[in-house]
């Protein structure tokens, strides 16, 4: 499956953007599917993931209570509402397929392009 992330850009802290993530290919709805950030200078780090039926979400506690993750599969797409931002939220932002979670660390075997999300104080 391939995956191109959208939506990102600057702004300002308590703002909002939507990152959104097509998926290519008819098995996306097979899959749970997930974001990653990496903020310069520190290690990628996992933010959200969402089950195949879309009922079950996780969260990485720096986000949880301002992003939500959700996802489309009649449009193959999987989405992260990014409210209330932070400067420390400024990082390129990843979207994923099959994400999985293994003593307690994620990965995910399908990786998009991502993108820059930037946070002014």
């Known amino acids: 499956v391939q995956l191109q992330a959208s939506g990102g850009g600057l702004v300002q802290a308590g703002g909002s953007l939507r990152l959104s993530c097509a998926a290519s290919?008819?098995?996306?709805?097979?899959?749970?599917v997930g974001w990653f950030r990496r903020a310069p200078g520190k290690e990628r780090e996992f933010v959200a993931a969402i089950s195949r039926n879309g009922v079950t979400t996780y969260y990485s506690d720096p986000v949880k209570g301002r992003f939500t993750i959700s996802r489309d599969d009649a449009k193959n797409t999987v989405y992260l509402q990014m409210d209330s931002l932070k400067p420390e939220d400024t990082a390129f932002y990843y979207c994923t397929a099959d994400i999985v979670r293994r003593s307690g660390v994620w990965s995910a075997d399908y990786w998009g392009q991502g993108t820059q999300v930037t946070v002014s104080s």
């Open positions: 290919g008819r098995t996306f709805s097979s899959y749970a």
